[in-house]
């Protein structure tokens, strides 16, 4: 089998990180992988924001425990040193399958580096508040930009679960 495939196979969540940083160059080589992912029509409506500086990561993790209706202290990120936050034009057809993509790509390249991943979600709503907006801004970024996901990394603290069998039934063909 494919060295690809397998990765794809073999790629689990992680939902328990050690603190250790993640090297900048590792870093890069993942968001890379996500600027590569397909696109509609190849617009490349994802952008990627990498949050690796501890003040802003926590608050972000605070902000998407609120939304999530979790307890004061629950961090929803479990604990990993390094948020990729990627968004899409709104005004684009396909930006949540083009984000999508760009996750995906972030998590398989993580996995074949090493690096443990997670999508954690309520992207959208930090970005529709004042303050995603204003944090938009302060990086820069204008126009109407919708949050698609925030993908955890770090490495892992622990070992990856395995693999659920698949579920039968989940292909039709038409020969």
Known sequence: MSEVLEQIKSRRSVKKYKPDPVPQEVLDQII??????????????????????KELRDEISRRNCEIGGWVAGFDPFY??????????????????????????????????LGVGSCWIHRAKEEFETQWGKDLLKSLGIEGEYEGIGHCALGYAAGPAPKAAERKAGRVFYIK
Do not use: C, F
Not at 88 to 109: E, F, I, Q
């Open 79 to 112: 604990g990993a040193p390094a948020i990729l936050v990627v968004l899409a034009r709104k005004d684009w057809p396909t930006h949540v399958y083009d984000g999508s993509l760009v996750m995906g790509n972030l998590m398989l390249a993580a996995h074949g």
């Open 32 to 53: 890379e992988a996500g600027l590569y992912a397909a696109s509609g029509k190849g617009q490349q409506s994802a952008i990627i924001i990498q949050v690796t500086n």
